[in-house]
């Protein structure tokens, strides 16, 4: 029994050692220095800057050309890459047959306006035998009716010369609009069929369009500047290919009806001059957008801002020097600075030097930045 309460009483005091050795082995541990860093109160700027987007020029007006009528070509008019005006004649077709249609349907007019006279005529005397009951009424009966008949014949010969004179007219193939021509796609004796051998195509060219497609969170931002129209010289959209920037401004024409499901986007289309047929259909471009400097942007540091698989975040500082993570959502980077579009508001304090040292909670020592 005894052995037994020494052997408790040994325990019971190697752990209140054990735990007295632990406690102060915390007291011991001393808490993290603070981080020196450098701060930034966050303002707004009127600094301008321009959204960029990536754009299809097409042409407002374009139309692939294709016979109306069967044929072999007999003439080409046109340079190809030319500017061509509305009317201008561009291709001939073989009209031989087109053109004996017409003489035989010509004929046939004459043939039928002569039945007619003779019709008119026997129907009149047959009225007036009629009258003083001198013939059968049956004869009068067909008389009429022979003379109806010749008046439908006229009519539908008539017709038939209408309609070959319009095929007579469709071997030329005019200039529907002003534009320019491209490169044939067929040469002289070719064969061609109506409405399937694709001749050319031809395009306008001044003025011209650029479509882009944006997220349906900027709709707003588009519907003010469709409403509040384009002044001139007014730089609000331009486009840059090469690395240049194309000389003449654009303006919104169009924003699509509606936004594509699937994406979440809508289509817009900006017109543009083309005086000097600088831009052509199908070039890939950007769109460049100035923003609105009327409204202030929220302008910081780009070095002050962490990325953490794909999010961005900066450190805010709060009471006790303690410094909080907050998730932003980024704009257009201006060289060393970026616009912070959400997340932020004006007149917070974040850290813009010595981020690479902080988590969430640090306590830090603000230093005052350098002088240069």
Do not use: W
């Amino acid at each position: 029994m005894n052995l037994n309460l020494r052997n408790y009483i040994g325990a019971a005091s190697l752990l209140l050692l054990l735990v007295a050795c632990g406690n102060k082995g915390q007291q011991g541990m001393p808490a993290p220095p603070p981080v020196n860093v450098t701060v930034q109160q966050v303002g707004t700027s009127s600094a301008p800057y321009y959204d960029e987007y990536p754009a299809i020029v097409k042409a407002l007006n374009e139309v692939e050309l294709r016979p109306q009528v069967n044929g072999y070509i007999t003439g080409i008019h046109f340079t190809e890459g030319q500017q061509v005006k509305k009317g201008d004649k561009l291709y001939s077709i073989d009209q031989q047959q087109y053109e004996a249609n017409y003489q035989q349907a010509q004929a046939n007019v004459q043939v039928y306006e002569a039945n007619l006279v003779k019709a008119k005529k026997d129907v009149d005397r047959y009225r007036q035998l009629d009258k003083a009951d001198a013939i059968a009424k049956q004869q009068v009966d067909n008389a009429e009716a022979v003379y109806a008949s010749a008046v439908q014949q006229l009519e539908a010969a008539k017709a038939t010369v209408r309609g070959v004179q319009t095929s007579v007219r469709y071997t030329n193939i005019a200039a529907p609009f002003d534009g320019t021509i491209g490169l044939s796609q067929v040469r002289l004796g070719a064969a061609v069929s109506a409405g399937q051998t694709i001749l050319n195509t031809i395009s306008s060219d001044d003025p011209i369009a650029a479509d882009i497609t944006v997220d349906q969170r900027e709709i707003m931002r588009f519907n003010k500047l469709l409403s509040a129209g384009s002044k001139p010289n007014d730089s609000t959209f331009t486009l840059s290919f090469g690395g240049q920037v194309y000389q003449y401004p654009g303006k919104i024409s169009v924003i699509d009806r509606g936004v594509d499901p699937q994406t979440g986007t809508i289509k817009l289309r900006l017109t543009f001059p083309n005086p000097e047929h600088t831009l052509r259909s199908g070039m890939s471009t950007k769109l460049r957008v100035l923003a609105s400097t009327s409204d202030k942007a929220m302008i910081i540091p780009y070095k002050a801002v962490v990325e953490q698989l794909g999010e961005f975040f900066v450190y805010s500082l709060g009471d006790s020097n303690k410094v909080t993570q907050r998730r932003i959502h980024l704009g257009k980077q201006l060289q060393r600075n970026v616009v912070v579009q959400e997340g932020l508001k004006e007149g917070e304090t974040i850290v813009v030097e010595g981020v690479q040292n902080l988590r969430e909670g640090s306590v830090v020592n603000i230093a005052k930045p350098e002088t240069k």
